[in-house]
């Protein structure tokens, strides 16, 4: 599994071994639940911004290595999304969207980290909704399910432990 922030400012080679430029966003359809492509910042002044879709992608690990790319076209991009205010089904608003959470081979989106706040994050951990219980609107994004996942390291969970016994 893949966050967004594991791409982000990644080096992008044309396989012909020439530099192009380097991620700047991702490139979504957040109804199909699926990332379509990266967005590419260009060395190129006369090419100022590219896409590469991911089907034109050969291997990424510390650099990707791509074989084509298009005109930048209009995509959702995550950028568009990030930060957006995360509501459940009865009003209540749990937090606002950190990061996208998608799969290595087929960029299936599984879920998102859900950030309630960085003192919340301290003292709760931050949690995972997954991607098919939420609904992206105009102003927010709508979880319409329960599944929530939550996340905390065990010295977090040590130090807010008053007894100061190991879990």
């Known amino acids: 599994m893949f966050k967004s922030k594991d791409f982000s ?7 012909k071994n020439s530099r192009i430029g380097f991620i700047k ?3 979504l359809d957040f109804n199909d639940k699926k990332i379509l492509g990266f967005e590419i910042s260009c060395y190129d002044f ?3 911004k590219l896409n590469v879709m991911k089907e034109d992608i050969i291997t990424f690990e510390n650099s990707m290595v791509i074989n084509n ?3 930048k076209n209009n995509h959702l991009c995550f950028k568009d999304i990030k930060g957006t205010d995360i509501w459940d089904i009865h009003g209540n608003m749990m937090g606002m969207l950190e990061d996208i959470i998608f799969e290595e081979n087929s960029f299936k989106i599984y879920g998102v980290i859900l950030s309630s706040g960085m003192l919340n994050n301290y003292l709760k951990g931050k949690q995972i909704l997954l991607a098919e219980e939420l609904i992206l609107g105009d102003n927010c994004i709508l979880c319409s399910g329960c599944s929530r996942l939550s996340f905390s390291s065990k010295p977090h969970k040590i130090s807010l432990n008053s007894g100061g016994e190991l879990n």
Request: with cysteine; charged share 20%; net charge negative.
């Open 9 to 15: 400012l990644m080096e992008v080679i044309h396989i």
């Open 25 to 27: 966003d991702m490139l």
């Open 46 to 48: 006369l090419n100022r």
């Open 69 to 71: 790319t298009c005109q």
